[in-house]
């Protein structure tokens, strides 16, 4: 399967700031997600990030809050916008391979404090 | 859309015994099933997964079997190990629609 990183791995960050996580993957593909894990519970579906157009957002997501880039088949960035301690949480990048078969990054562990 | 249900949401087994995980679906249409085995501070990954053409699927210690017409899937675990402790997630997914999750279930195998 592919190698996917994320940076950063841990981050703490201030109420009302902003944060970019990177997501690289070693080869091409074209399905790119992003999860929002919350401590304890299951993996939940910000977006499937679109290589050249807007991202596609769950309910309860929007672009003004999560804003997604990816400019190429390799690379997706999620933005964390005007966070607040609710935003704390595991966020992870996902990449369908094959046959509907997803793989995971290492996940950024994100604290709002 | 896709709604999964998972259970039991603990399980506690002694190492050796077997553990059975079971998850039910909402959609029929649904035609992939993959489990995902989360151990702490770690990412999910995947352990197996099963397509709606097959009703049983083994890989060494765990199997994965499928039931369409009342719509669950179950992993099995045989002899079971401490390092089998996780928590593991079920999902399914119909096509191009999205991977939807069950809620966990978190394995606890003591020695």
């Known amino acids: 399967s592919a190698v996917i990183s994320q940076k950063p791995s841990r981050d703490i960050c201030q109420r009302g700031t902003s944060l970019t996580i990177q997501c690289q993957v070693d080869?091409?593909?074209?399905?790119m997600f992003w999860y929002r894990q919350q401590p304890g519970q299951s993996l939940t579906l910000i977006a499937t990030?679109?290589?050249?157009?807007?991202?596609?957002?769950e309910s309860g997501f929007v672009i003004d809050k999560f804003p997604i880039s990816r400019p190429n088949l390799t690379f997706s960035t999620l933005t964390v916008s005007n966070m607040s301690p609710e935003d704390s949480s595991i966020y992870l990048c996902?990449?369908?391979?094959?046959?509907?078969?997803?793989?995971f990054g290492p996940g950024t562990r994100l604290t709002v404090t | 859309g896709e709604n999964v249900e998972q259970h039991p949401s603990t399980l506690s087994v002694q190492e050796g015994d077997s553990a059975v995980i079971k998850c039910t679906y909402s959609?029929?249409?649904?035609?992939?099933f993959p489990w995902y085995k989360q151990e702490l501070g770690k990412r999910p990954q995947l352990i197996i997964d099963?397509?709606?053409?097959?009703g049983e699927k083994k890989d060494q210690r765990i199997a994965v079997t499928l039931n369409k017409t009342a719509k669950h899937f179950s992993l099995h675990i045989t002899e079971t190990q401490p390092e089998d402790s996780a928590v593991y997630f079920c999902?399914?997914?119909?096509?191009?629609?999205?991977?939807?999750f069950g809620t966990g279930t978190r394995l606890l195998v003591s020695p």
């Open positions: 996902s990449v369908e391979e094959g046959r509907n078969e997803q793989y």
């Open positions: 099963i397509r709606s053409n097959v």
């Open positions: 999902a399914a997914k119909e096509g191009f629609q999205k991977l939807v």
């Open positions: 990030a679109n290589q050249g157009s807007e991202a596609t957002y």
């Open positions: 080869s091409q593909v074209t399905m």
């Open positions: 959609d029929s249409a649904s035609n992939y």
